[in-house]
């Protein structure tokens, strides 16, 4: 063999790549396995899904397997029945034969070999002759010291063969014995019997009588039997899968029915209802269905008609306050203007008055603001705005806040404007609420606020690095009047809608509000908005989860090219540097 990259005698360099390339297979052989699998996919997927198919094959197998059992069954005891029977009568014919052939022996006074060889010959001739059935006759002689007869005599040469030497031992014992034996015929042979007994030609000795019957008759009535049967199996089959298809289709149908009319329901087709037909077991799932959705349906109205109750009473209870509630405040302002005059008690409670009015007016605008949202009739004023801007306007409103809570403001925004559709009232809100909370929340940490801009989006972040929220909070922090602990010592704030309406506002734009928290590490909230009106923002532009918070991925199992030879000292396998550690 040439080697690679040698020069063969013709002058020619071979490629190394052609001396080792594989065997090429072809694409049919290499994609085979991939044809079997989605084969057998397709197969247990139809097997899983269709409850017909399931039935048909299974009365299919099931019916072939007990009429192949039956049949097997009856075909054995018929052929032994059969078999039994015919033998029997054989038999009886044979000893019937068998006396007739001896007294014809007794009655005659054969001397002579030639004598001999003719009354054999005769009554061959009138014995094969007597019976209708197909038999065939052969005499042998019986003992040796007999000379005078011929040795043999038999109606047909093949029928003389069938006679074996056990058969013939056992008669000379003396008795009647038969054998089976298969008889040739043409080119195959079909089983046969042969019976023989022992007589005697009076002066000349012994003689075997043999008769040998074909069961070729009772064989074909066997086939003929075993035929009708196949195909009373194969009719008796195909009829039980008529049925089972039938049935399944009797069956299945309403199920398959009453399943899509329970898909419709539960996609909010609430007057979806299935039809009863009868009564049987059917009609009673479809009318207790039928009775469980209309008690569902009748229930979901009562709630959304309670939904909108307590909506409407909601806004309207806003609504309602607001008056008095401006009357309240222009006495507050009357009375907090005179306030330098009181003495000192009355001057706080004046205060205190103010300021709760300040608390009470924020929640009521928020009630109205929810009660707005949840009939609709929030629109988004949007506008193209700078919303580095916004930001920027409500940063400078939470400075005072900041500082009274002992809490300093890392602010990192865009140097460029980043314009975008916005209403820039609602963004506003958004991040004084995030703010405001990450302030209230510090305990006089940093707050930090980031923005970001991509071609898609604007990201803002505020981070604190407070309390922090444990997974179970931050899956309620956007729900409305909740909050993680209501006895906190509060200054502003506190009904547990600022989330809500951000989340709202944020949901208006298009965009998102995401939070993330731990306890004692702080808290990080996100807020994503598309930069064009209409579009949803795949990604952010910022991170959600601080830095050094990212959840921990699985380290992947380091795994050695080849294992490395023993340590000689310590006799096990050396320790393997970790190869992240050298990325460090
Ligand atoms: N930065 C944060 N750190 C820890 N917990 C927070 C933070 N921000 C919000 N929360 C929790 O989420 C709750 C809900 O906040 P949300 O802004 O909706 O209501 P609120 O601030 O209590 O009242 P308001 O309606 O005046 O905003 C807060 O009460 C607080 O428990
Ligand atoms: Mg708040």
Known sequence: MTEPGTETDAGLVVPPATLGARVRRSPWVRRSPQFARRWVRQVVGVWRTSLRVRVLATTLVGGWLALSLIGGFVAVRT???LFEARVHQILAESARSTARVQSTFDASSVTTSAEVQ?????????????????RQMVILRGADDNLVGPRAVASDVSAAEAVGASLRDAVAGGGQHWQSVALPVGDGTVPGVVVGQSTTV??????????????????????FLLRTLGVAAVALVGLLAAMAYVVTRQTVGPVVAASHVAARFAQGHLDERMVVHGDDEMATLARTFNAMAANLSEQIARMEELSTLQRRFVSDVSHELRTPLTTVR???????????????ALRRSAELMVDQLDRFEDMLADLLE???????????DAQCADVVAVVRDVVETIEPLAERRGS??????????????????????????????????????????????????????VRDRGVGMD?????????????????????????????????EDARLHGGRLEAWGRPGHGASFRLTLPLYAGTVPKSSPLPLVPAGHEPVRRARPHYAAAMPPLDPETGSLPIVPDPTEADR
């Open 408 to 461: 300093r403001m890392v602010v990192w925004l865009p140097e460029e404007p980043v314009t975008a559709d916005i209403d820039p009232r609602r963004v506003a809100r958004i991040v004084r609420n995030l703010m405001v909370n990450a302030v209230e929340h510090a305990d006089g940490t940093v707050v930090q606020l980031d923005m970001a801009a991509d071609a898609q989006a604007v990201a803002v972040r």
């Open 370 to 380: 929810i009660s707005r949202f949840d009939a609709g009739a929030a629109t988004l």
């Open 330 to 344: 222009m006495a507050a302002e009357v009375i907090g203007d005179a306030s330098d005059t009181f003495e000192p």
């Open 202 to 223: 009076p002066g000349v000795g012994d003689y075997q009588v043999f008769f040998v019957y074909s069961l070729q008759p009772e064989q074909d009535r066997l086939d």
């Open 471 to 503: 997974a179970d909070q931050v899956e309620h922090v956007f729900d409305r009047f909740w909050r993680a602990d209501p006895a906190r010592a509060r200054t502003t704030g506190g009904t547990g809608l600022g989330l809500a309406i951000s989340a």
């Open 118 to 134: 003719q009354l054999l010959y005769d009554v061959t001739t009138e014995q094969s002759a007597a019976s209708t059935q197909q």
């Open 79 to 81: 052929r032994d029945g």
